[in-house]
Structures are given as structure tokens and as C-alpha cells.
């Protein structure tokens, strides 16, 4: 397997991760990927052919091997690994896609239209769903992985001996000896580790885009009620009043009425724009009163 390769297509994912996703893919390939080349490969080795058993029937030491090991620990951590890491394209795939559309977009209107994306890489709409999907898959795959190697192998534990009961060929009990099982119980409980690493940096990065999100919602909501209010409060609302006459009844304009407003001039104690106006009635008979705006 060309782990050069998948690591050379992963290092652009950094660039769009969040702080979470970086440490994530770094604790991947450091603790994963080198480990897994470098060493778990040579400690397994050829895992069948160092399983050793005190009876010699023909086909009994492959059956014992087969029910105690259906999976080998090294195939089930690269399938793992595979897993793991390949929904991470999916995020350079979207942003691909985004700056497809953005270069058609130019091709078409010319250099100096609209953007379709402020930036193709920021987590916004459906690159932030995208992302979120990515991780719930990676999450899944870890917590699948470490079930299996768990019903598998209980505990994770490998011991140095092992009795295969009433499986044909093999006559009565056999013991089986497995190979440098301290060894390979070391290099599996470091694996589960990492694993178990990766899948804490997953949540908190779920969380952390979530929380984000939600904190972004809120400070929206917020300006764009804000901006609401100041527009209702800045809009010219004229108060219209005639003045008071001799009962001190005040009578106001009704719906009806017709003003006229020449020449508004600024109060001189309040500082308001008043201005004369003229009352219709509906019989045309007509007051002039004076009017008030208040910004």
C-alpha cells in the first residue's frame, strides 16, 4: 500500500480543517500510519506460519488458526486506516467543485462579476455540512473498528496459549502456541489508544463546529434585529398636532383630513420642525394649526 500517496492527498485537508481536525491528522500519521509501516507490519509478519500446535493432523493447525484469528490485526488496522482517512476528500472534492463553479462563473460573465463564494474554503452552507457529515462517518468507522477487534480478540487481549475444542479435523483439545503474543499485545493496546484519541479530537471538533455555528446564528439574529429596530427608529414619523384651543379641548387630525405644510421651520425652545398647516374638513372649512416632526 502507497501510504505516501494517501498522505500527500490528506495534507490539503489541513488547510481547510479546523484546529481539532490538524492535531486529529497528525496523531493519524505520526502515531497510526508510521507505527503501522514502520513496526506493526514486522512484528506480524507471517502470523499463520508462526502459530504453532502440539498435533500434526493435516488442515487442524489451519482451522484453529482461522477461529482464533478470522481477521489478521494488520489487514483489519489498514481497512481502519482507509476508512478513516478517505472521507477527508470529500472536503477537498466540495472545494474543487466550488472552485469549478467559480471559474465558469468567470469564464462566463467575465473577470470583474460577482463572486458565487467569498472565500471557496470557508465552512459556510454546504461545505460546513459536508465537514460535519465527514466526521460523524469517521467517528462511526473508529467505534466499528474498535467493536470488531474487541468481539474478536476479548479485551484486545492476545495470550500465549490457546485450546481449539471439538473443531474437525483437529481430534479433542489442541493447544496452539501464538508467536511473540507480548509483543503484539503492546503494539495493540497502542493502536486502540490512538484510536481512542482520534475518536475524542473527532467529538470535540463535532462540537466545536456545532457550538460555532450556533454562536454565529445568534450573533446574526441579533445585528439583524438590531439593524430592524434602528431603521423603525430612524424613519420620519411625523407627530401631528393642532394647537390647543380656548376650552382646552385638544382636536386632532382625522384620517381624512389634508395638511399642507409650507415652510417648516425649527421651534425655537424644543428644537422640532414646525411648520403651518392647513385643516380640510369635509365641508371644506379649514384651520390652520401648526405641525410637529420628531426624528
Known amino acids: 500500500m502507497d501510504w505516501k500517496t494517501l498522505q500527500g492527498l490528506l495534507s490539503g485537508v489541513n488547510k481547510y480543517s479546523t484546529a481539532f481536525g490538524r492535531i486529529w491528522l497528525s496523531v493519524v500519521f505520526v502515531f497510526r500510519v508510521l507505527v503501522f509501516v514502520v513496526a506493526a507490519e514486522r512484528v506480524w509478519g507471517d502470523e499463520q506460519k508462526d502459530f504453532d500446535c502440539n ?89 466499528v473498528f474498535l467493536y470488531i477487534l474487541h468481539r474478536i480478540w476479548d479485551s484486545f487481549d492476545l495470550p500465549r496459549l490457546v485450546k481449539c475444542v471439538d473443531l474437525p479435523p483437529c481430534p479433542n483439545i489442541v493447544d496452539c502456541y501464538i508467536a511473540r503474543p507480548t509483543e503484539k499485545r503492546v503494539f495493540t493496546y497502542f493502536m486502540v489508544g490512538a484510536s481512542a484519541i482520534c475518536i475524542v479530537l473527532t467529538v470535540c471538533e463535532i462540537f466545536y463546529l456545532i457550538f460555532k455555528r450556533v454562536v454565529r446564528s445568534a450573533q446574526k439574529w441579533k445585528k439583524n434585529k438590531k439593524s430592524l429596530s434602528y431603521s423603525k427608529a430612524s424613519t420620519c414619523q411625523c407627530h401631528l398636532r393642532l ?38 374638513s369635509p365641508k371644506g372649512n379649514s384651520k390652520r394649526g401648526k405641525i410637529s416632526e420628531s426624528f
Open 55 to 143: 498435533h500434526r493432523q493435516p488442515g487442524c493447525t489451519n482451522v484453529c488458526y482461522d477461529h482464533f484469528f478470522p481477521i489478521s490485526h494488520i489487514r483489519l488496522w489498514a481497512l481502519q486506516l482507509i476508512f478513516v482517512t478517505c472521507p477527508s476528500l470529500l472536503v477537498i472534492m466540495h472545494v474543487a467543485y466550488r472552485e469549478d463553479r467559480e471559474r465558469k462563473n468567470r469564464e462566463k460573465n467575465g473577470e470583474n462579476c460577482p463572486k458565487l463564494y467569498s472565500d471557496t474554503g470557508k465552512k459556510h452552507g454546504g461545505l460546513w455540512w459536508t465537514y460535519l457529515l465527514t466526521l460523524f462517518f469517521k467517528l462511526t468507522i473508529e467505534i
Open 243 to 280: 394647537e390647543q384651543p380656548l376650552d382646552g379641548k385638544a382636536k386632532f387630525l382625522q384620517e381624512d383630513q389634508i395638511l399642507d405644510v409650507q415652510n417648516p421651520k425649527p421651534h425655537e425652545s424644543t428644537g422640532k420642525v414646525c411648520g403651518s398647516a392647513t385643516k380640510i
